[in-house]
């Protein structure tokens, strides 16, 4: 999936390649569009209920220009919503995870794949009927866990987490399976979670 708000390419390291891109279900914008549907609707029938003609002022106009203004606002706001969400996304690469979000000011964090110390999947019953779960990542060196929020087909993107973790526990410890995996940090504790 590609990287919409600004490619992931520059930031890779040597040899280091994108696995999989994933942003936040879709289901996030639901409460934001029923927002921006009240904060359109209400005004405009406000506006509506207003005669034409206060006193002897024909106010028609105004009530146009104040639709229009209403309009503008919540669209502009319901944009950056949308904008906000397509651009905060969860990038997983051979060498790390990469957590970036913002529209016009970036932050991006990055946990490396080799510390990462247990992974969990939480899907409470009203994100399984979207398809959606958190994935919860704790690694060495980090206060707390890092919580990735409504990730569509979280037991997938668990799944090619932990496989990268093992394909880079391969390249980066070569031959730790001949010494008895003595070499090599411990595998994380993964977990699905759940009832």
């Known amino acids: 999936m590609p990287h919409h708000c600004g490619s992931m390419a520059p930031h890779l390291l040597s040899g280091e390649t994108v ?3 994933e942003r936040q279900h879709v289901a996030v914008l639901v409460p934001v569009t029923l927002v921006a549907l009240i904060c359109l609707g209400v005004p ?4 509506q209920l207003v005669p034409h003609q206060v006193g002897s002022t024909n106010v028609s106009g105004a009530k146009v220009i104040a639709d229009a203004v209403v309009a503008v606002v919540v669209a502009a706001w319901y944009l950056l919503r949308v904008l906000r969400w397509r651009c905060q996304t969860y990038t ?3 060498h790390r995870i990469v957590l970036a979000r ?3 000011s970036r932050v991006t964090e990055s946990i490396a794949l080799d510390r990462i110390q247990d992974t969990v999947v939480r899907r409470p019953l009203a994100d399984r ?3 959606a779960g ?4 704790q690694s060495a060196g980090r206060d707390g866990t890092e919580v ?3 990730v569509p087909k979280p037991d997938r993107f668990y799944t090619q987490i932990l496989q990268a973790i093992e394909d880079y526990r391969v390249i980066a410890y070569p031959g730790a399976a001949e010494q008895g995996e003595r070499a090599a940090p411990p595998a994380p ?3 699905a979670g759940g009832v």
């Open 148 to 150: 990735l929020r409504l």
């Open 92 to 94: 997983l690469t051979t």
């Open 102 to 104: 913002g529209v016009v």
């Open 129 to 131: 009927l979207i398809g």
């Open 189 to 191: 504790q993964g977990s």
């Open 19 to 21: 696995v999989t891109t």
């Open 44 to 47: 405009l029938v406000l506006i």
């Open 134 to 137: 958190s994935v919860e990542i």
